[in-house]
């Protein structure tokens, strides 16, 4: 390969597969945020019934790999286009992972909190959302943004019911390159940039909240 081939694939690959990718991440990370956020509420209250039928949804997503699901739902679905087909399966396995995190948050909160609540005659709404929803965010922010980053990697799955995303933009290159290695090459670099930008986020937001929780003297 040229010079000008290297420009012209990497040109391809961020002009036309890297926007496609953001947008899965963009419109997954939403739904499955919303989502997830508030079936984990709903979990953290051991309803009967409910609470089974939550801890199956989520017992399926970790036991099936995304793509087999991927794959069921695409065919055997009608959702429309490939993308949006991506989109809910994406969301559907990534809400039930957090979910599980606000669960987890949930949980870790001292019940002396509530307590103490109820002897104030604070509304059950006012405590949930002022007072445990946002000790739960800095708890389980690490968590998410670890979650985030297997989302990230995750949209490559897309690319096998037809979404033009990088892995998919890769593949198409090699009819004009024949070389795979440089071209996955390539796309290996641009998800490890993304991938990585977003663990050292995390890995300083996680420093500040442990500052915050423990005081000055931990890291």
Known sequence: MSLQDHETAIVALLRFGLPQTLKLIGVCVILALAIGIALGI???FRIPVVDHILG??????????????LLFVYSSLFLGTPYWT????????????VMEIVKG???????GQWEAADSLAL????????????????????ALFGQLVLLVKGTSVASTVGVIELTKQGQFLLSSYSQPIV??????????????TLT????????NIRRKILGEGHE
């Open 105 to 111: 948050g949930l949980w870790s909160i001292d019940k």
């Open 56 to 69: 199956a949804y989520a017992m399926i997503c970790r036991g099936v790999p995304v793509m087999v699901i």
């Open 123 to 142: 509304p059950k709404t006012y405590t949930l959302f002022k007072i445990i929803i946002p000790q739960v965010f800095l708890i389980t922010l690490p």
């Open 42 to 44: 709903i979990r953290s």
């Open 183 to 196: 071209i996955y090459g390539y796309v290996l670099l641009i998800f490890f940039i993304l991938c990585h």
């Open 200 to 207: 050292s986020i995390s890995d300083r937001l996680e420093k």
């Open 86 to 97: 991506a989109v809910a399966t994406l969301t559907f396995s990534e809400s039930a992972y």
